[in-house]
């Protein structure tokens, strides 16, 4: 089991650039897939970003293409999301989660998930 912990949330003007970190305070990610997700109130939770530990394989959002990219810190056991060019529509509250297996998109298999970190982009 991994327990996640997210950093790195904040506020930024419209353009600017965020980076998120999660990393695992108990278990590594060695044989996990970690995903991004984002909930604005009111609104279901959506996928952003994922990461296959053991493939290496990626899978993003047609929202936040070209502009996130996900990626692994090794030394760090990490898994940074850099959010760049980012816009209003981008703010939401983001979670980071971790599931075994293969699949990255789908949110239903992901069993573990942290606490969230609130990033918030001003026009």
């Known amino acids: 089991q991994v327990q996640l912990v997210e950093s790195g949330g904040g506020l930024v003007q419209a353009g600017g650039s965020l980076r998120l970190s999660c990393s695992t305070s108990?278990?590594?990610?060695?044989?996990?897939?970690v995903g991004w997700f984002r909930q604005v109130p009111g609104n279901e939770r959506e996928f952003v970003a994922a990461?296959?530990?053991?493939?290496?394989?990626?899978a993003y959002a047609d929202s936040v293409k070209g502009r996130f990219t996900i990626s692994s810190d090794n030394a760090k056991n990490a898994v940074l999301l850099q959010m760049n060019s980012l816009q209003p529509e981008d703010t939401a509250f983001y979670y980071c989660?971790?599931?075994?297996?293969?699949?990255?998109?789908?949110?239903?298999?992901?069993?573990?998930w942290g606490q969230g970190t609130q990033v918030t982009v001003s026009s």
């Open positions: 989660a971790a599931r075994e297996g293969v699949g990255l998109r789908a949110m239903r298999w992901y069993a573990y």
């Open positions: 108990r278990g590594t990610f060695s044989r996990y897939a």
């Open positions: 990461f296959s530990w053991s493939g290496g394989n990626t």
